[in-house]
């Protein structure tokens, strides 16, 4: 049993983005981690540098030419005809062709990796991949901004393991897509995926359960703090008792925040955070995951809180001045972004947003729970 939580980061997420003009042109992981540290909430012993996953590793789930394309892509995209591109998702599609187009998401994958080893062979406890999370990943090409799919590559590392208990549930606002279509035939899995309605992917849809083992919670826009405590108490909490996981997989995209540029959603992080705090306790074996997440300040914040609720530490009220300092250099090229409000400098808690609890939500928790 892992006596406190263990973070995993990369330097590599601090290097790298997708280009200018793309919503990951924005830095996610660096920033909450720099929050973190400048919060003194870690300790250079429990943070963990990610390994990268190795080929073989990745081969697990990605084909084999996919990934050569990848790498080839990462070596000199030059040599990348148009007709892998179009093969491949890459360069197309919102899934831009960067200098560590391979190296990036295999850091992404070898942290989760890393993470699950650490808590199956600790045989319990929290580990926290801020860098994981690309719910979107399909065995043989890029989606929505993700080349490789960790929480797969995770999951099929547990089933190897042994496990026959693992619950994912991701708060993301776009659907699991790609963890869906990977898993939910097996019933040693159980994908729990709240997210908007009418956006892309458009997958998860009310009464999708992919092959089985998914249950949806399309919610509509405008999705609010009373109405995600209301899907945590009535139906996710419902569903990790009923199904008593050994293991959590906690995917935490940033984007149902109200601030986010990518969805309607209109979330406050701290309805995140009490999910967080719920769901710890459902299953000995926590590994928390970032995600989504495209307003640099809201993304950052957010994940910071995360590592202080599974550390069951409090929020603080005002910044200490180097927490501050790490938000007030961030810069984003969007109209959301050119006077942003004093409190996204020195504040972690965003205003709650409570509001009522439409029968669309409620139509939704009744649904997964038949
Ligand atoms: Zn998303």
Request: hydrophobic residues 40%; negative net charge; proline residues 7%.
């Amino acid at each position: 049993m892992l006596a406190r939580p263990l973070l995993i980061g990369s330097e590599i997420y601090r290097r790298s983005t997708y280009g200018p003009r793309h919503p990951l042109a924005i830095p996610r992981v660096s920033t909450a981690l720099d929050l973190i540290w400048a919060l003194k909430a870690v300790e250079p012993a429990r943070y963990i540098d990610s390994p990268r996953a190795s080929l073989d590793e990745l081969a697990r789930f990605h084909d084999r030419d996919y990934l050569a394309a990848l790498a080839l892509a990462e070596r000199d995209r030059k040599q990348l005809t148009d007709e892998l591109r179009r093969r491949y998702h890459i360069g197309i599609n919102g899934n831009p062709i960067f200098p560590e187009i391979l190296s990036r998401p295999s850091t992404a994958a070898g942290g989760t990796l890393k993470g699950l080893a650490l808590l199956h062979e600790a045989g319990g406890g929290i580990v926290h991949n801020v860098g994981g999370g690309t719910h979107h990943g399909r065995p043989d090409r890029a989606s929505g901004f993700c080349y490789l799919n960790d929480p797969v590559l995770g999951m099929l590392d547990l089933l190897e393991r042994g496990y026959s208990r693992i619950l994912y549930v991701d708060l993301d606002a776009h659907h699991a897509d790609g963890v869906q279509d990977a898993l939910s035939h097996d019933p040693r899995v159980l994908i729990v995926s709240v997210h908007e309605a009418g956006r892309w992917p458009y997958s998860g849809t009310l009464g999708d359960r992919g092959q089985g083992q998914a249950r949806n919670i399309p919610v509509p826009p405008g999705f609010n703090d009373d109405e995600m405590d209301f899907i945590l108490d009535e139906a996710l909490l419902p569903l990790a008792e009923r199904f008593r996981p050994e293991i959590l997989i906690l995917q935490l995209g940033a984007d149902a925040l109200a601030e986010d540029p990518l969805s309607k959603q209109e979330l406050s992080n701290g309805s995140l955070w009490r999910a967080v705090a719920a769901l710890k306790r459902v299953a000995p074996r926590v590994l928390a995951l970032g995600g989504g997440g495209y307003n640099p300040w809201s993304v950052a914040r957010a994940w910071a809180g995360n590592w202080l609720v599974l550390n069951d530490l409090a929020i603080p009220e005002r910044l200490p001045a180097e927490a501050e300092t790490v938000l007030r250099a961030l810069h984003w090229d969007h109209s959301k972004g050119r006077e942003p409000p004093e409190h996204w400098f020195t504040t972690l808690a965003d205003t709650p947003r409570p509001g009522v609890i439409r029968d669309a939500v409620r139509l939704a928790v009744a649904d997964v729970l038949a």
